[in-house]
C-alpha cells in the first residue's frame, strides 16, 4: 500500500501550512494514521497521530495547541493543518499508515507502522 503525501514549502514563522496524505488501497481497515518529523541532524519523531475509527488524536507536546490532525474528504486521506509555525518546526514530514492492531505498542515509533509517504519538506524562515 501507497502513500502520497502532498503540501509542505515554505513559509514564514507564524504562518500556516496543509500537508495531505492519501492511501493508495485498504482505507476502510486502516488503524492509525501519523505524521512523523525528521529535522537535519535529529531522529525522526511522532506529531501527531489519529485513530482511524474512532478519531482520537494524539500530538507531541511541541505541537499541541498549533498542529491538527483529520481526515481528509476523500476516503483513505489525513491532513495535518500547521499553525502558527516557528522555525523549529523545519523539517521534512512523512506519513504513516498502520493496519495492525498491536495491543503493545504505543503508535508513537516508527516501528509501529507498515507503509510511508515519500516525506514533505516544511521550511519556517525567521
Known amino acids: 500500500v501507497q502513500l502520497q503525501a502532498s503540501g509542505g514549502g515554505l513559509v514564514q514563522a507564524g504562518e500556516s501550512i496543509a500537508l495531505s496524505c492519501a492511501a493508495s488501497r485498504r482505507a476502510s481497515t486502516i488503524y492509525f494514521m501519523a505524521w512523523f518529523r525528521q529535522a537535519p541532524g535529529k531522529e525522526r519523531e511522532i506529531v501527531a497521530r489519529l485513530h482511524w475509527r474512532t478519531g482520537s488524536t494524539f500530538f507531541a507536546d511541541s505541537v499541541r495547541g498549533r498542529f491538527v490532525i483529520s481526515r481528509g474528504n476523500a476516503d483513505g486521506t489525513v491532513k495535518l493543518q500547521m499553525n502558527s509555525l516557528k522555525p523549529e518546526d523545519t523539517a521534512v514530514y512523512y506519513c504513516?499508515?498502520?493496519?495492525?492492531?498491536?495491543?503493545?505498542?504505543?503508535?508513537?515509533?516508527?516501528?509501529?507502522?507498515?507503509?510511508w509517504g515519500q516525506g514533505t519538506l516544511v521550511t519556517v524562515s525567521s
Open positions: 504513516a499508515a498502520s493496519w495492525t492492531v498491536c495491543r503493545s505498542c504505543s503508535y508513537s515509533a516508527s516501528n509501529d507502522y507498515e507503509s
